[in-house]
């Protein structure tokens, strides 16, 4: 099955910086890329997402880079802003297929300070 | 986008006692109901998934006995935790595949504690 693998853990920023998390996937017939971010005790709220037909996708301060080559993808934020700060989630799934369930990296704590 | 809705979105119950958790989606029809179990500071990760009308597929290592999932509706899917202990303690969330933009929502989660 699928296997998705997040990094880092755990991110400290400066308020304006940009944070950079990233994640690989091994199954090469996934083609679905959500990032969610999550507050504790929430539901994951979806913040952008790519599909493997395109490279980047952009949404004001949020991008995300896919590399279908070499199996990963990035979540860039530009312009780090204190309530930026959560568990940021990377999963993927085969869309299309019969099983089309969603695999989830172990997510990156991310503390923006002020 | 579609809304599923959860719940509850607490509940204390006993060592012993079984706990049913229900996920309804509101303005769509789910097929497919995905089932998650979140440890605290941990990843979400996928118990079981539900299709209307038939059996649930489990994931390797949960216990199909322990978590009975139904999904006898296109818009009601359920999880009974039974014969709940401590180590059942955890944060259980619902998903479904969103039609509106083909990605995936979810539940608000259920907070289990077993006392």
């Known amino acids: 099955g699928e296997n998705v693998e997040q990094h880092p853990s755990t991110l400290s920023v400066q308020e304006g910086d940009s944070a950079v998390i990233k994640c690989t996937y091994s199954?090469?017939?996934?083609?679905?890329f959500p990032w969610y971010k999550q507050e504790l005790g929430k539901r994951p709220q979806l913040i952008i997402d790519?599909?493997?037909?395109?490279g980047e996708k952009k949404d004001q301060r949020i991008a995300v880079t896919l590399n279908k080559t070499a199996k990963h993808f990035s979540l860039h934020i530009t312009e780090t802003q204190p309530e930026d700060s959560a568990v940021y989630f990377c999963?993927?799934?085969?869309?299309?297929?019969?099983?089309?369930?969603?695999?989830f990296g172990k997510g990156t704590l991310l503390t923006v300070n002020p | 986008g579609a809304v599923v809705s959860q719940h509850p979105s607490r509940v204390i119950c006993k060592s012993g006692t079984s706990v049913k958790i229900e996920c309804r989606s509101l303005?769509?029809?789910?097929?497919?109901m995905f089932w998650y179990r979140q440890f605290p500071k941990k990843s979400l990760m996928l118990m079981a998934t539900?299709?209307?009308?038939?059996?649930?597929?489990?994931e390797q290592g949960v216990e199909k006995d322990k978590f009975l999932i139904n999904h006898a509706s296109l818009t009601l899917s359920t999880l009974t935790v039974t014969s709940a202990h401590p180590e059942d303690s955890s944060f259980y969330i619902c998903?479904?595949?969103?039609?509106?933009?083909?990605?995936?929502?979810f539940g608000s989660g259920t907070r289990l504690t077993v006392v």
């Open positions: 998903s479904a595949p969103d039609p509106t933009n083909y990605g995936y929502t």
């Open positions: 199954d090469s017939a996934s083609n679905y």
């Open positions: 790519i599909r493997s037909n395109v």
């Open positions: 999963a993927a799934s085969t869309q299309g297929s019969s099983n089309y369930k969603l695999t």
């Open positions: 303005d769509f029809q789910a097929t497919t």
């Open positions: 539900s299709n209307e009308g038939s059996k649930a597929t489990y």
